[in-house]
Nanobody, 125 residues
Framework: QVQLVESGGGSVQAGGSLRLSCAAS????????LGWFRQATGKEREGVAS???????TYADSVKGRFTISQDNAKNTLYLQMNSLRPEDTAIYYC???????????????????WGQGTQVTVSS
């Protein structure tokens, strides 16, 4: 059974930083396409960052230069380093994984099979 568990969310002032973690069990990250998504109240879920099976990364324009996705295969953990946070980054953040053969990173949520339960990030001005 594949399970993803996020942690690291919290409340921070604008300009601050947080690092989200996503621990996986039931499989190894090495052969999966991985991603971070977020959903703000009243808005649709949107892709934030992704690492493809080829190791390449992609980011939403709104977070480029501020967020960094990374993975530690030894720990089977995915990370999202978030710097220069803004109030509009406030959302529930989800990690996701897919074993369907995506070689390249993708921010399309329908391409992901496994999802975590989410962690709340709140940025105050």
């Amino acid at each position: 059974q594949v399970q993803l568990v996020e942690s690291g969310g919290g409340s921070v002032q604008a300009g601050g930083s947080l690092r989200l973690s996503c621990a996986a069990s039931g499989y190894t990250y090495r052969s999966y396409c991985l991603g971070w998504f977020r959903q703000a109240t009243g808005k649709e879920r949107e892709g934030v960052a992704s690492i493809g099976r080829n190791g390449r990364e992609t980011y939403a324009d709104s977070v480029k230069g501020r967020f960094t996705i990374s993975q530690d295969n030894a720990k089977n953990t995915l990370y999202l380093q978030m710097n220069s946070l803004r109030p509009e980054d406030t959302a529930i953040y989800y990690c996701a994984a897919d074993d369907g053969g995506n070689w390249f990173p993708t921010l399309r949520s329908y391409e992901y099979k496994y999802w975590g339960q989410g962690t709340q990030v709140t940025v105050s001005s």
